[in-house]
T-cell receptor, first 110, second 115 residues
Framework: DAKTTQPTSMDCAEGRAANLPCNHS???????VYWYRQIHSQGPQYIIH???NNETNEMASLIITEDRKSSTLILPHATLRDTAVYYC???????????FGQGTRLTINP | NAGVMQNPRHLVRRRGQEARLRCSPM?????VYWYRQLPEEGLKFMVY????????ESGMPKERFSAEFPKEGPSILRIQQVVRGDSAAYFC?????????????FGSGTRLTVV
């Protein structure tokens, strides 16, 4: 599976959009981009995933560049409850396990 | 379906005792994964199981740790003769057969404390 690079930490003001970047320059054509988050002391929570096209659900939007070498997770109106560690994971179709990196520690400030 | 159920939520064991952690996957999910998270560290994959089969145990310590997912009942992660270094949060995840199109769902974890 391709390696991902994320900033160690980010801050965002409550009510603003939080944009979390992820680089995956070695991604291959059949690898998906998944995003999970882990709120303190809880199990990881699935947010969104995509292959080529941008995706949106009730939690977030995922913007994947045309060359697929990077992506951005957007939380449109961040709340204090969005404070968590966010993980960007690249996963080949049919892969057997998620491999977590260090993620980005996102802090939403009041 | 309440999701992936793990129990107990908290488990305290003395050094040398056995710890049994249970995980009931979501209805319709036939794949179970166990992860360990040491204090202030990231999530580390331990083992991947399907019903009655261990598919990938590359992250399991070679001794004292075992896992099973029987035909009936929950998946069990068993740690024999626990030591203080086993203190961690253990998370279980499950997925349906078509993993690439559906996310993996995690439980709330079992926090093991060895005293």
């Amino acid at each position: 599976d391709a390696k991902t690079t994320q900033p160690t930490s980010m801050d965002c003001a409550e009510g603003r959009a939080a944009n979390l970047p992820c680089n995956h320059s070695t991604i291959s054509g059949n690898e998906y981009v998944y995003w999970y988050r882990q709120i303190h002391s809880q199990g990881p929570q699935y947010i969104i995933h995509g292959l080529k096209n941008n995706e949106t659900n009730e939690m977030a939007s995922l913007i994947i560049t045309e060359d697929r070498k990077s992506s951005t997770l957007i939380l449109p109106h961040a709340t204090l409850r969005d404070t968590a560690v966010y993980y960007c994971i690249v996963l080949i179709q049919g892969a057997q396990k998620l491999v977590f990196g260090q993620g980005t520690r996102l802090t939403i400030n009041p | 379906n309440a999701g992936v159920m793990q129990n107990p939520r908290h488990l305290v064991r003395r050094r040398g005792q056995e710890a049994r952690l249970r995980c009931s996957p979501m209805k319709g999910h036939s794949h179970v994964y166990w992860y360990r998270q040491l204090p202030e560290e990231g999530l580390k994959f331990m083992v991947y199981l399907q019903k009655e089969n261990i598919i990938d145990e590359s992250g399991m310590p070679k001794e004292r740790f075992s896992a099973e997912f029987p035909k009936e009942g929950p998946s069990i992660l068993r740690i024999q003769q626990v030591v203080r270094g086993d203190s961690a949060a253990y998370f279980c995840a499950s997925s349906p057969r078509d993993r690439a199109n559906y996310g993996y769902t995690f439980g709330s974890g079992t926090r093991l404390t060895v005293v």
